[in-house]
């Protein structure tokens, strides 16, 4: 008997092993399936979707079938890398495998090459970003990896926990690098996923005592906390990595300069940056450094040779500028707080700087000075710089000539959207210098229709610098000064007007001072800048305000000049008020896309909404547990109804009241115990009627009848439980019901006795 019985058990474990890997590969394809859904947005189209999450079935689909076999737990992960080898040697080997399966050095070869070009793609390219091969060996790549250590760390290792390893290596690709940061339903569905798959592993462990009603609550709840926090709670809105954090401002540390302006004022709550005086009679632009290399994607500062900087050493000479534009020195004192860069901030043209720490160098080019090894952070420095003064006919008499190491300064890439030279032309149809054609482009954003909006290009998906989205740019009429200066700096390429973008500050705030000392600016993560740049020989490099309601149109590009006017900066001139410390966007209309302002009530709603939902979640087991009891009372109303949801009742209540009710014991010493801690009361002869009828229902014939008053008799027990228990204990049973935890579950609650 033994031994046949011994036959039925091993098919059957065997076959509830096949089950069980079965379940949590399918738990580790719907983490898959989160994670897809939170790439969305990198790549154009949906080929890598499908490239994706076929390749990773591929091989979750492989261990599954392999364990289900027999093929040995730890040897599955092996073949699993042998699949994925011979599944890029297929697809991206470029035919250099042994019989198209096995990768050869070749192979390996080529993959290298794969890699290069995608690194110098995401380089070069925005997001969305085409779907060119090397990306899509990114993909394939990434998810043969991504199956591996997801089924090697839930199946092989048996610690599916950490898998949150792998999922969130994963989470920190799209809140790097999408404009808008990542979603806070991808988020939840990548918790909800991993919770799931930790039920399904405990399933696979303990399927024979399925308890889902704690998971779920707990996992529920986890997903809400998750989705409404990613949602509402300050800091933490939808924004790009920079926009998640309350931290310092960072400017250059990335590929994507411009982008990351663009994270840094949508910030919740603006930053102090840096704070400067100086003797000019307005306040500055303060620039970091000039994006001169387009490469249809992305605007960057051209890697040239530099020049070691001494402390107080001349800086250049000026590139292009003649003795006739006159021109005035200036000093301007900086202190850094919140602002870190390998470029320094400083009003354009800097001629010399005293008092820095560090290793720093210039650029002959466009003397941009930046750090060899320190960055900005906490310096304090004294910049002496130069404001130009050229007048309208000096710009008009300038041009023509282009220096040759400013002719690549008019590259253009060969698929530039024509929507860009048809706007530039029709923008400058009655101009006839190139002075007068780049103040045309400069009023066409001011004349017709442009609105200045840092959410529009997140909520209409076209926010970056290349070319496509300029292109949406002059089609929506509505970004901020990213793509105002990057369309009018391309626009000006068309024309054959060398053109750069200047990224930087604009002047900020006083708080006070004289009309000759105007005391000491603020400028905040608000203050971030660009603005277009134009070549004119005889005068060098000539700063552009094409923006929409920020900064100042130069008084050289005004059609009356007035010469009592003060001179301006190097770029433009801001008025002294000071400005509110808040994301702003000054120049929408009314009901235009814009970004709200956070009142100063938000922290606390926001905070008060935060306490209430913590105080739902710690609700959730209560009401669960209150949900259970209630269902088991209305089933013993039905004829169906037994002794044994009586028990099973029972038995939670006194656990939640602190006893200890194991499975072992007999139902005749369990009810002695409940008979002695009730003994006087009406539950007392509540327990023996109770007792009666389990015994009645275990032992007697089988019939099928309804035992009334099964219901009243349980209220009564219960009843006279908590009363003998005290208030504080029936508040912890109800708030804290350990009866939600496995039976089993340890707990150091010790057996109550009858006494």
Known sequence: MATESLAFAVPRVAARRRVGYWRITGALMLQVLALSYALVGLIQGPGWWFALVGTAAAVLATGAGLRSLGVPRGVVPVLLVVESAAIMTIAFGRGTGLLGLIPTPATVSAWSQSLQQAMLSIYQQGTPAEPLPEFLFLV???????????????????????????????????????????????????????????????????????????????????????????????????????????GGISIGGTVTPLVDLGKDLRRPAAVRALTYTTTSANGQYLKLASLDQFTGSVWKHRERDTSRLSDGATIGPVAGLSDTVKTTKITTTVAIDNMTSRWLPAPAPVRSVKGLSGTWSWDPDD????????????????????????????????????????????????????????????ATKDALTEYDKAVALQDYFRDNGFVYSTQTPLKQGFDGDGSRVIARFLEVKSGYCVHYASAMALMARTLGIPSRVAEGYLPGATSGGTATNPGEYTVTSDDLHAWPELYFAGVGWVPFEPTVGRGTVPDYTRPQTDPAAPPPTSASTSGAAPRALVPTDPANPSGSASFTPQSSAQPIATGIGVGILVIAVLLVPAAWRRMRRRRRLRELADEWGGATIVWEELRDTVRDLGWTAPPTETPRVFAGRVEAAVAGTPGEE??????????????????????????????AVIAALEAQAGAGVRLKAALIPVSLLPAGWPSAARPRSAA
């Open 686 to 715: 509540a327990v023996r009627r109770l007792l009666a009828e389990l015994e009645r229902d275990a032992y007697g014939p089988p019939a099928r009848r309804w035992a009334g008053g099964l219901a009243d008799d349980l209220t």
């Open 140 to 246: 394939v790549g990434g998810g043969c990896l991504l199956a591996l250590m997801l089924d090697t760390l839930a199946v092989a290792v048996r610690t599916p926990a950490f898998t949150a390893l792998a999922v969130a290596a994963v989470l920190v690709v799209p809140g790097a690098l999408l404009g808008d940061g990542l979603d806070p339903f991808a988020l939840a569905a990548s918790a909800a996923a991993y919770l799931w798959l930790l039920r399904s592993d405990i399933r696979t462990r303990r399927s024979a005592t399925p308890r889902p009603g704690a998971a779920l609550s707990v996992g529920a709840s986890a997903v809400a906390i998750a989705v409404v926090l990613a949602g509402t709670a300050p800091g933490f809105d939808q924004g790009g990595a920079t926009s998640f954090t309350a």
């Open 367 to 426: 003397l941009t000075i930046g750090g060899i090894n320190a960055t900005t952070q906490g310096q304090r420095y004294t910049a002496t710089s130069l404001v130009l003064e050229p007048t309208a006919d000096q710009l008009k008499a300038a041009g023509g000539f282009v220096p040759a190491d400013v002719q690549r300064d008019l590259f253009l890439p060969p698929n530039l959207p024509t929507i860009i030279e048809q706007t530039a032309l029709t």
